[in-house]
């Protein structure tokens, strides 16, 4: 047992002072206890918070980031930025996608996530078979976050055509070929080798309706077995809402809430063009909108009508995606400044009649939305949850003494860098001093594994 003491830290019912925090052997919180007197032995933090989980996370893509942005074309889109994510893809080894992988991971930690659902959907070597061992890739993730420290989500992900209406891989595609069958293989390998992991939990993914047969959701739910979350990219672009509605004669969301048993279990991520219809109908269902702003912005996606979202009480949380940028600070001001553009008003997040503070809301409903998503019974400050927090770097704010909401409100708005000193994940501390304990080492392995993939 070890103790920590905090002048203030948000815990599941608001903010509380001089909180006396006791760390278990197993890495789980023993007892959280406010108004407690300051014990003799506890080391001291300003500021504590949970940490948030990052609900979206394609980790290959991290080798790319920053690449993307020149115009190639006079008309540069998502589709166009997808066939120069596809080259990495197909150029990765497990080697390298481990090595990139917890160095990324290393970084969400320092940017205050300590779970990630990775929404993995490389399966295949380069020539599209299967590795002898199929969940090889899958084990390189694993690994990866058990290297950095984080809480992984591993979502093994079906990806079986190359377009709506049943269309053949392209031979860009071929390492993602999967049947149930081959996800079947893979959870039960993932799971059989991370068996007692305090930080590794297997759930399953379907990649899109693009590439999926709605079909095969019934094997895939009996994969996942009960209370495993099940995830899905559903609406991300206007043209994939339009193949949809000629392929189906529906819009994706109203497509997949009319053929699938969609739940709290589910979590639909870049639900980003839904009607008025379809935003309460996906709010009743109790699924998680997955949203990635950062991402969503840099594709060129488009806007999530979360005021009217949330008016129906609808539940999100944030994904850093295609990991070009890793905030999930920066993902709630990008999240809000959309709204407040689009509506052209001031703090729009909250639900309508909602008064208080814009940041602390989308931080608290945040990590509820995460931590559904990533399948984690128990998140944040209480008896009994997996040891994970952030104490922040308040002396890093430039007003002084902010208590309360009135932080989140400054680490959201008014800072660049994550506010975050040290993480701790399962009662370990993987960062101090806003370092990784193995940023060196781990730094020097994804510029190894970078170098060749990035030549040419
Ligand atoms: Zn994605």
Request: contains cysteine.
């Given at each position: 047992?070890?103790?920590?003491?905090?002048?203030?830290?948000?815990?599941?019912?608001?903010?509380?002072?001089?909180?006396?925090?006791?760390?278990?052997?197993?890495?789980?919180?023993?007892?959280?206890?406010?108004?407690?007197?300051?014990?003799?032995?506890?080391?001291?933090?300003?500021?504590?918070?949970?940490?948030?989980?990052?609900?979206?996370?394609?980790?290959?893509?991290?080798?790319?980031?920053?690449?993307?942005?020149?115009?190639?074309?006079?008309?540069?889109?998502?589709?166009?930025?997808?066939?120069?994510?596809?080259?990495?893809?197909?150029?990765?080894?497990?080697?390298?996608?481990?090595?990139?992988?917890?160095?990324?991971?290393?970084?969400?930690?320092?940017?205050?996530?300590?779970?990630?659902?990775?929404?993995?959907?490389?399966?295949?070597?380069?020539?599209?078979?299967?590795?002898?061992?199929?969940?090889?890739?899958?084990?390189?993730?694993?690994?990866?976050?058990?290297?950095?420290?984080?809480?992984?989500?591993?979502?093994?992900?079906?990806?079986?055509?190359?377009?709506?209406?049943?269309?053949?891989?392209?031979?860009?595609?071929?390492?993602?070929?999967?049947?149930?069958?081959?996800?079947?293989?893979?959870?039960?390998?993932?799971?059989?080798?991370?068996?007692?992991?305090?930080?590794?939990?297997?759930?399953?993914?379907?990649?899109?309706?693009?590439?999926?047969?709605?079909?095969?959701?019934?094997?895939?739910?009996?994969?996942?077995?009960?209370?495993?979350?099940?995830?899905?990219?559903?609406?991300?672009?206007?043209?994939?809402?339009?193949?949809?509605?000629?392929?189906?004669?529906?819009?994706?969301?109203?497509?997949?809430?009319?053929?699938?048993?969609?739940?709290?279990?589910w979590c639909l991520v870049h639900a980003?063009?839904?009607?008025?219809?379809?935003?309460?109908?996906?709010?009743?269902?109790?699924?998680?909108?997955?949203?990635?702003?950062?991402?969503?912005?840099?594709?060129?996606d488009g806007i999530f009508p979360l005021?009217?979202?949330?008016?129906?009480?609808?539940?999100?949380?944030?994904?850093?995606?295609?990991?070009?940028?890793?905030?999930?600070?920066?993902?709630?001001?990008?999240?809000?400044?959309?709204?407040?553009?689009?509506?052209?008003?001031?703090?729009?997040?909250?639900?309508?009649?909602?008064?208080?503070?814009?940041?602390?809301?989308?931080?608290?409903?945040?990590?509820?939305?995460?931590?559904?998503?990533?399948?984690?019974?128990?998140?944040?400050?209480?008896?009994?949850?997996?040891?994970?927090?952030?104490?922040?770097?308040?002396?890093?704010?430039?007003?002084?003494?902010?208590?309360?909401?009135?932080?989140?409100?400054?680490?959201?708005?008014?800072?660049?860098?994550?506010?975050?000193?040290?993480?701790m994940s399962a009662g370990q501390w993987?960062?101090?001093?806003?370092?990784?304990?193995?940023?060196?080492?781990?730094?020097?392995?994804?510029?190894?594994?970078?170098?060749?993939?990035?030549?040419?």
């Open positions: 047992m070890s103790d920590l003491f905090a002048r203030q830290a948000l815990l599941p019912d608001g903010w509380r002072q001089n909180v006396k925090i006791t760390i278990a052997e197993d890495g789980t919180f023993a007892a959280i206890t406010p108004d407690s007197p300051a014990p003799a032995d506890a080391e001291w933090a300003d500021c504590i918070v949970p940490p948030m989980p990052n609900l979206h996370s394609h980790a290959f893509q991290r080798a790319m980031s920053g690449l993307g942005e020149k115009r190639a074309n006079p008309d540069d889109t998502f589709w166009t930025w997808r066939k120069l994510m596809y080259q990495l893809a197909h150029r990765i080894t497990p080697e390298q996608m481990q090595a990139i992988s917890a160095y990324l991971y290393a970084e969400m930690l320092c940017a205050g996530y300590t779970q990630v659902a990775e929404f993995h959907y490389l399966h295949n070597a380069h020539d599209g078979a299967a590795y002898a061992g199929k969940a090889t890739l899958s084990l390189c993730l694993a690994n990866a976050a058990e290297e950095a420290g984080i809480g992984l989500t591993l979502l093994p992900t079906l990806y079986t055509y190359g377009g709506f209406g049943g269309k053949p891989l392209q031979d860009a595609q071929k390492r993602f070929a999967s049947t149930p069958e081959l996800i079947a293989d893979i959870v039960a390998s993932t799971r059989a080798a991370t068996h007692g992991s305090r930080l590794v939990s297997v759930g399953v993914g379907l990649h899109s309706l693009r590439a999926v047969s709605l079909e095969a959701v019934p094997d895939i739910l009996r994969i996942a077995g009960s209370d495993t979350p099940v995830h899905i990219h559903i609406a991300e672009q206007m043209r994939e809402v339009r193949d949809c509605v000629q392929a189906t004669g529906q819009r994706p969301i109203e497509h997949l809430l009319a053929h699938a048993p969609v739940d709290e279990r980003t063009h839904l009607t008025e219809a379809e935003t309460r109908a996906l709010a009743k269902t109790g699924a998680i909108a997955g949203l990635c702003p950062i991402t969503e912005a840099n594709l060129g005021t009217d979202y949330v008016g129906h009480n609808g539940r999100f949380g944030l994904g850093s995606d295609s990991n070009i940028l890793l905030s999930p600070w920066e993902e709630l001001r990008i999240l809000e400044y959309s709204q407040r553009l689009h509506h052209q008003k001031r703090c729009v997040s909250l639900p309508f009649g909602h008064l208080g503070s814009t940041g602390g809301w989308l931080y608290r409903e945040s990590l509820k939305g995460g931590a559904q998503a990533c399948g984690l019974s128990a998140w944040g400050l209480q008896t009994g949850a997996r040891a994970d927090l952030c104490v922040l770097d308040t002396d890093a704010f430039l007003l002084p003494e902010l208590m309360g909401d009135d932080v989140l409100d400054a680490a959201i708005f008014s800072q660049t860098a994550p506010p975050v000193l040290h993480v993987r960062v101090r001093d806003r370092q990784h304990h193995n940023a060196p080492a781990l730094r020097q392995a994804f510029r190894q594994a970078v170098r060749p993939l990035l030549s040419n």
